[in-house]
């Protein structure tokens, strides 16, 4: 595997992962601003934008874009998440130069058809509707909005409801017109074809395309709402999220969280499965969301339990909570938690789309290539006392989040209130 | 619009490049298979052990036991402690996991090449010799109670049941894997010992390893293994045939906030790998992408769907294809009379060239990309060989060539009529 870093004319970072081999090609164009960037009343442009990119875009139709797609058997998807726009193509590696010159061609050049928006816009409103089935879902949206309230980070990508419902051309043009100008970077792996610069610039009209290289720089804060909330649904179990804003990716404290992610949410002999599943038979699903953020990232405790052991469950989540915060992991607990970390990074870099993935997500941020073989080794430097120094200074207000039943959510709020009084 | 559709000219499917080792196929003294897939490049090695104990083969009263004896066995073995695999294959770099179908159970690890041979040691001792503890059989039982009591939270889980009940009466297919409530309750520790004894047998298991392999040799460590040590038992079980019935039924579901229109048929099974290989072009043809018939009529046309999918589903006894439209209560009736139609209008006029093509592409990329990860690879190879299917990894591509328009009008398309399948509607309470 080698790697090339070039520059597209107009300032676009240009990634090539070189792995011959499975003859496929992985491409991941990561633009700067995701729905975080949605103006306020319009809440949902972002992912918006990013579904009718595919509707169309040079000499495309819809119909005639995913013609050519689907009949190479290609895959194609563009996703906004909260952070940025991210941009996806996998092919057959011979297919590559039929399909590269669509990347930028859809950054550019999108057609942004009336008819084709309202179809999208209405696909979102629908999905926004059908996600209140899951109760995980419903326990989510709420946690957000007491971490985020009307910040940047307090809406669903897919947006709310009664502001995607305005949203037209006008936004989606003003919004495509800005794609890419705060940062975009473009990373290849796999079998990578000749003069790859020549297509990937194909379709191209007025000149290159001019943008930057993702800067490091501060994004969207947390604000602080309440710290209890809960949701009344008939079902039979509770569902539990305990969490907090923390930290962006790559700043110094994050790498001391994902190794306590490590310790207690990765893997079957992780703290929270061990001590929540496995010695009190609790709950199926137990873990931690931590994902990368641009931001103050959330962290968070979630489970789901039976109604009548609702008690019982708060109970010893803010128990592990708690000691998160009172006892430093023991040093067999820390060298567990490094040697997940570690092959953590070895399973994530197994096919090509996953290698192409996780860098176009480190440089999107702003952060050098070569940032998780560097957090690999910093990480063996940390010390237990390090970690519980970081928890204690960002996990010290965790807020809770409940959905089900009205009985199990009193039993559980009790068992808070009497935390709160301590 | 400022251009017309033009479809790509259709293009031969192209080989593996470059050709995928085939696997080699060793036995072990008591007849347990051994199949191994070298991939130099990958990063970690896949071991998944596979063996013919589904929840189908579950007696009535031993409902939920195939699964419930999945999450037990990582309680702990004869050698190792309750939470010791998982610590140790951890502490490796690796992780595992399990799955328990209708046919059959895995257990799988993915483990970094240097620390293969101690995991594989490991694994073998965990799944062969498990302990079943009383206390931690207790408090696992409240642990998939709990797994049954999520699962009954999603309202689409519950429909998908619903649908396999009525669809597949009187066949295992139509009861849940996770068992009932009540028969989980009475489960005890002598029942699932025995489960597993009659079931977990040399003829019944197969391993599959995929990764890099220089350094090991697992014929000889094997040998000396708790897989070597399994007793051979009579005829593998293999599961009695499903005869699919055919019937409508609406449900009412707290809860739900869109409708479903969900249809089950009756495709031929595993065994058929020829058959297989067209009904997966079938369903892709009809429903994967935008230009599938079914999602360009029902979502880009007409809007009548949120989502349209038809998933195939390989199984023992005969394969099932599933439908699900996701939809608006007040569109249902036109949802089920485009899908009637999608379907006349194929058995009038078969598909085009370019759509079967097209669908070629699709399945065939998308086999390849899934080979590209040592644990898709190991997942495929071994459970083929654990029903007696030894081909090797380019032969689904070769398969796939023998299918053209007028053999899937012929002998497929006919199967997918919905007078033939089972129609669940799902509305809201």
């Excluded at chain 1, 819809?62 to 009949?71: M, N, S, T």
């Excluded at chain 1, 800067?215 to 179990?237: C, K, L, N, W």
């Excluded at chain 2, 896949?46 to 009535?60: N, P």
């Excluded at chain 2, 293999?238 to 009412?252: D, F, K, N, S, V």
Aim: hydrophobic residues 40%; glycine residues 8%; negative net charge.
């Amino acid at each position: 595997m080698t790697v090339e870093a070039r520059t597209l004319a107009g300032g676009c970072p240009l990634w090539l992962i070189h792995r011959p081999g499975p003859a496929i090609l992985s491409a991941k164009l990561w633009l700067r601003g995701g729905s975080s960037g949605d103006r306020p009343g319009e809440r949902g442009a972002a992912q918006l934008l990013a579904g009718v990119l595919s509707r169309g875009c040079g000499p495309f139709s819809g119909d005639a874009l995913a013609d050519l797609v689907e009949g190479l058997g290609a895959g194609l998807r563009c996703d906004a998440s909260e952070d940025g726009t991210l941009i996806s193509l996998k092919c057959a590696s011979d297919d590559a130069p039929q399909l590269l010159p669509l990347l930028l061609q859809l950054v550019r050049r999108p057609w942004l058809v009336d008819d084709q928006i309202d179809l999208e816009r209405q696909l979102n409103l629908q999905t926004l509707q059908r996600q209140k089935e899951d109760p995980f879902q419903l326990a989510h949206d709420q946690l957000r909005q007491q971490l985020y309230g009307q910040g940047p980070y307090g809406h669903d990508p897919l947006g709310v409801e009664p502001e995607l419902q305005q949203l037209g051309r006008e936004a989606l043009e003003r919004q495509a017109a800005a794609l890419g100008q705060a940062g975009a970077v473009l990373v290849l792996a796999g079998e990578i074809p000749e003069a790859v610069e020549e297509l990937l610039l194909g379709g191209q009209e007025g000149g290159a395309w001019a943008t930057v290289p993702p800067q490091r720089q501060a994004g969207p804060g947390g604000s602080s709402g309440d710290h209890f909330a809960a949701s009344q649904d008939e079902t039979e179990q509770l569902v539990l999220m305990l969490g907090t804003s923390t930290v962006p990716m790559g700043s110094a404290q994050a790498l001391a969280l994902r190794l306590l992610h490590c310790h207690l949410g990765i893997g079957m002999s992780s703290r929270l499965f061990v001590a929540l599943r496995e010695e009190h038979g609790l709950a199926y699903d137990v873990g931690v969301h931590y994902p990368a953020r641009l931001g103050a990232a959330p962290f968070v405790f979630h489970l789901s339990s039976s109604s009548e052991r609702a008690e019982e469950a708060t109970s010893e989540l803010l128990r592990e909570w708690q000691r998160l915060l009172e006892q430093p992991l023991s040093p067999e607990e820390l060298e567990l938690a490094l040697a997940k970390f570690r092959g953590q990074e070895a399973l994530g870099r197994q096919t090509c789309s996953q290698l192409a993935d996780r860098h176009a997500l480190v440089l999107g941020h702003g952060l050098p290539f070569d940032f998780a073989d560097r957090c690999l080794e910093q990480a063996a430097e940390l010390t237990p006392g390090q970690l519980q120094a970081v928890a204690q200074e960002l996990l010290g207000a965790p807020c809770l989040s409940l959905c089900g039943p009205a009985a199990a959510i009193a039993s559980a709020e009790r068992v808070w209130q009497r935390r709160q009084l301590r | 619009m400022k251009l017309s559709s033009q479809p790509e000219p259709a293009l031969p499917i192209q080989p593996l490049p470059p050709p995928l080792p085939d696997p080699q196929r060793q036995s072990l003294s008591n007849g347990v298979e051994l199949v191994q897939l070298h991939l130099p490049q990958a990063p970690v090695l896949c071991l998944d052990f596979w063996c013919r104990a589904g929840s189908a083969l579950e007696r009535q009263e031993e409902s939920g036991l195939a699964h419930f004896l999945e999450h037990m066995v990582f309680k702990g073995s004869t050698t190792l402690a309750a939470g010791e695999f998982d610590r140790r294959v951890e502490a490796l770099g690796g992780n595992s996991n399990a799955a328990t179908g209708f046919d059959d159970v895995h257990y799988h690890v993915l483990i970094p090449p240097p620390a293969a041979a101690e995991a594989l040691e490991l694994l073998l001792d965990l799944v062969l010799q498990p302990r079943l503890d009383g206390d931690d059989f207790a408090m696992e039982r409240q642990v998939v109670l709990e797994e049954l009591a999520q699962s009954e939270d999603q309202p689409e889980e519950v429909a998908f049941q619903e649908l396999l009940r009525q669809a597949c009466p009187d066949h295992p297919y139509g009861l849940p894997i996770l068992g009932r409530r009540e028969a989980l309750e009475a489960h005890r520790p002598e029942l699932m010992a025995a489960f597993h004894a009659s079931h977990y047998r040399a003829d019944s298991c197969c391993l599959a390893i995929a990764g890099p392999l220089h350094e090991l040799d697992l014929l000889q460590r094997l040998e000396d293994s708790a897989l070597a040590r399994l007793p051979a038992g009579g005829s593998p079980w293999t599961p009695r045939p499903l005869a699919l019935q055919a019937g409508a039924c609406t449900l009412e579901l707290p809860r739900l906030e869109a409708a479903r229109l969900l249809m089950a048929w009756q495709l031929p099974a595993a065994a058929h790998q020829d058959a297989v290989v067209g009904v997966d072009l079938l369903t892709t043809l009809l429903a994967e992408g935008r230009r599938s018939r079914l999602v360009q009529r029902l979502r880009e046309e007409l809007r009548l769907v949120e989502s349209i999918d038809l998933d195939l589903n390989v199984l023992e006894a005969g394969s099932l294809v599933l439908l699900e439209a996701v939809c608006d209560p007040a569109h249902l009736d036109r949802v089920q009379s485009e899908v009637q139609r999608v379907w006349n209008e194929l058995m009038d006029t078969p598909p085009a060239e370019a759509e079967l093509e097209r669908a070629k592409r699709l399945v065939g990329n998308g086999y390849r990309f899934g080979l590209e990860a040592a644990g898709s690879v190991a997942g495929l190879v071994g459970n083929s060989s654990l029903w007696g299917r030894r081909h090797n990894l380019q032969a689904p591509l070769d398969w796939m060539d023998r299918w053209d328009c007028a053999r899937l009008s012929r002998e497929l398309i006919p199967l997918l009529d919905p007078q033939l399948g089972f129609s669940l509607r799902a509305v809201p309470a």
